[in-house]
């Protein structure tokens, strides 16, 4: 078994020289911006981090997809170096995720320089509940581990009742001081920005939400529009779980494309920043080759997509809401403080 596995590391190091070897470039280089509200420049693509190289003990029961799988040995320095090579600059990064000491080493090596990169993180509900300088200490946490002098993006991950908005205001003195350029939350729900800007001086500039057609929130959406604040979407790819739908691979096969990249398109052309993960290169460059089939979709295609998302999902995101907005605190899940009736379309 020993033997066996050290062939594996073997073989996977030299495939992953082999490709890097190949001039084969993507799409990435020429991959659009965003503009946010607080006038920085956002890539519409990036690197999800999200259980590359680590998987976290309180991590959802959802697996990171059918290609994890595989049994692959590698690490986040050697999955995100990957990334980076292919041409992914823009990463998504979070103190739960456990692996930014890895992914800072993935960007010493590849010696890009650090105006080039576009780098975000999160503080996870454990922070955020034991206050405003457990938060700032995880800033400041993220800042080494990922060998920066300042981040481009950084989120308060959930709205932990009664603690997320001291989080937020925390981060508002990390902007002015130049630790963080752009503040954002994640996961919030309508009711949680409202009561948010009630305190804060700063609009977020983004909401990181799960989004895809199988879960497409359209109030949630119009509301964010409104306000300004940009969707950054996780779970774009259901984790590899919707590759097999009948009406994503007939839009697929309409327009020549993989499942993922119909995904992908649908999310990019709703004007969110959409952040594909795979621990494969040749899918990392499948994931990113989106953009001309995200201005291909016509009215015929979105009616299908749009359509996908059910009362069910609807109702399974709300519970998962109010089990998750207590994760990793002392809170438990009858806690008044959660918001019971929220805006979950």
């Known amino acids: 078994m020993r033997l066996a596995s050290r062939l594996a590391t073997a073989m996977i190091g030299a495939a992953r020289g082999l490709s890097r070897s190949s001039p084969r470039m993507s799409s990435l280089s020429s991959a659009p ?3 946010l509200n607080d006038g920085t420049s956002h890539p519409q693509i990036g690197f999800g981090t999200y259980k590359v190289g680590f998987i976290p003990a309180s991590a959802s029961a959802a697996v990171a997809g059918a ?11 050697d999955i995100v170096g990957d990334a980076l090579d292919v041409g992914y600059r823009f990463l998504d990064c979070a103190q739960f995720y456990g692996n930014e000491v890895q992914v800072g080493e993935a960007i010493k090596t590849s010696k890009i320089p ?7 993180s999160k503080c996870w509900s454990d922070a955020i509940y034991d206050g405003p300088a457990a938060v700032r200490a995880q800033v400041e946490r ?8 300042y981040l481009d993006l950084y989120l308060v991950h ?9 989080a937020y205001l925390e981060l508002e003195k990390c902007q002015a001081e130049g630790l963080v350029k752009s503040i954002g939350v994640s996961n919030y729900a309508v009711e949680d920005i409202e009561e948010l800007l009630r305190e804060a001086s700063v609009v977020p500039a983004v909401n990181q939400i799960e989004f895809n057609p199988f879960l497409y929130r359209r ?6 529009t409104k306000k300004g604040i940009k969707i950054q979407a996780y779970r774009a790819l259901r984790d590899g779980k919707a590759f097999d739908d009948p009406t994503i691979n007939a839009v697929a096969s309409r327009h020549g494309a993989t499942p993922a990249q119909v995904l992908g398109a649908w999310c990019v052309a709703k004007g969110a920043i959409y952040m594909p ?6 899918r990392m460059v499948e994931n990113a080759d989106v953009f001309d089939l995200a201005a291909a979709l016509d009215a015929d295609d979105f009616s299908r ?3 996908l998302t059910t009362p069910e999902a609807i109702a399974a995101y709300k519970a998962l809401y109010e089990k998750c907005v207590v994760r990793d605190t002392p809170l438990d899940e009858s806690d008044p403080g959660i918001k019971r009736d929220i805006t979950a379309g």
């Open 33 to 35: 911006t965003v503009a």
């Open 67 to 77: 290609e994890e799988s595989g049994g692959e040995v590698a690490t986040a320095t």
């Open 114 to 120: 650090r105006s080039d990169l576009y780098l975000a």
């Open 142 to 149: 993220s800042l080494r581990d990922l060998n920066t002098e």
């Open 158 to 166: 959930w709205p932990v009742p009664g603690k997320h908005v001291a």
């Open 219 to 224: 109030k949630t959406l119009d509301y964010l």
């Open 277 to 282: 993960k795979s621990t494969r290169r040749e």
């Open 305 to 307: 997509l749009d359509a």
